[in-house]
C-alpha cells in the first residue's frame, strides 16, 4: 500500500518567495495532520483536519502560514512571504480518526529558505 | 491536556546489550500510547502502541514496552540492540479528543 507522499522532498527557496508543500494522504484516512520538525523546537504540530475541515490550526506560526484540504486525497501547506527562520523539515501525517488509532508519516520536505 | 516526557536526550549502548528509552506521560482518562522511530531523512515511523489489555506490548523489529499505570510511564525496550536499531525514538500520548502529543525524542545510539 502506498503511504503518504509529500511532495517536493527538497526545496530551496530565496526569502520573500511563495512556498507550497503538497501532501496526498493514505486512502480512506480521515485525519490529516502537518508537522514541523527543527532541531531547536523539535517537532511542532501546525494544524489538523478531520474529514477536510481544519479543526485546530493553533500551531500555525503566522499569517503567512496557510493550509487547505480541498478533498480527501490532498492537502497543501503554503507560506507567503517565506523567511529564513521557516527553514525546517515539514511533515505530512495521516490517520483514521479514533484515538487507538496511530498516525502515518510521509518523509518529509526539507524547505530552506536563503 | 495531555502531555508525555522522554527525560533522556541521549541513550548510548552496545550491541547485544538490552536497551531501554524512557517515557512518562500525563493525561486524563485512559491513555493511548505509542512508539515511533526515525531513521535519518525519514518520516516517523510506527513501532508499537497500548490501547488496553496485557501491559506488555510487543512491536516491530523485535521492541515491546511496558506499560505501568502507577510509575505512568511506558518505557520502551529490546532485550538485544543492534547497531542499526541507532535513530531518533519518540513516545506519543493521544485521548479521545484525537488530540495527540509526542516527546521532544530520545537519540539511541548502539556501538558495535
Known amino acids: 500500500d502506498a503511504g503518504v507522499i509529500q511532495s517536493p522532498r527538497h526545496e530551496v527557496t530565496e526569502m520573500g518567495q511563495e512556498v507550497t508543500l503538497r501532501c496526498k494522504p493514505i486512502?480512506?484516512?480521515?485525519?490529516l495532520f502537518w508537522y514541523r520538525q527543527t532541531m531547536m523546537r523539535g517537532l511542532e504540530l501546525l494544524i489538523y483536519?478531520?474529514?477536510?475541515?481544519?479543526?485546530?490550526d493553533s500551531g500555525m506560526p503566522e499569517d503567512r502560514f496557510s493550509a487547505k484540504m480541498p478533498n480527501a486525497s490532498f492537502s497543501t501547506l503554503k507560506i507567503q512571504p517565506s523567511e529564513p527562520r521557516d527553514s525546517a523539515v515539514y511533515f505530512c501525517?495521516?490517520?483514521?480518526?479514533?484515538?487507538?488509532?496511530?498516525?502515518?508519516f510521509g518523509d518529509g520536505t526539507r524547505l530552506s529558505i536563503l | 491536556a495531555q502531555s508525555v516526557a522522554q527525560p533522556e536526550d541521549q541513550v548510548n549502548v552496545a550491541e547485544g546489550n538490552p536497551l531501554t528509552v524512557k517515557c512518562t506521560y500525563s493525561?486524563?482518562?485512559?491513555?493511548?500510547l505509542f512508539w515511533y522511530v526515525q531513521y535519518p531523512n525519514r518520516g516517523l515511523q510506527f513501532l508499537l502502541k497500548?490501547?488496553?489489555?496485557?501491559?506488555l506490548v510487543k512491536g516491530s523489529y523485535g521492541f515491546e514496552a511496558e506499560f505501568n499505570k502507577s510509575q505512568t510511564s511506558f518505557h520502551l525496550k529490546k532485550p538485544s540492540a543492534l547497531v542499526s536499531d541507532s535513530a531518533l525514538y519518540f513516545c506519543?500520548?493521544?485521548?479521545?479528543?484525537?488530540?495527540?502529543?509526542f516527546g521532544a525524542g530520545t537519540r539511541l545510539t548502539v556501538k558495535p
Open positions: 501525517a495521516s490517520s483514521l480518526t479514533r484515538g487507538s488509532q496511530p498516525q502515518h
Open positions: 486512502s480512506g484516512h480521515n485525519s
Open positions: 483536519f478531520n474529514n477536510n475541515v481544519p479543526i485546530d
Open positions: 493525561v486524563s482518562g485512559n491513555p493511548y
Open positions: 497500548y490501547i488496553t489489555g496485557d501491559n
Open positions: 506519543a500520548v493521544r485521548d479521545n479528543n484525537n488530540d495527540m502529543r
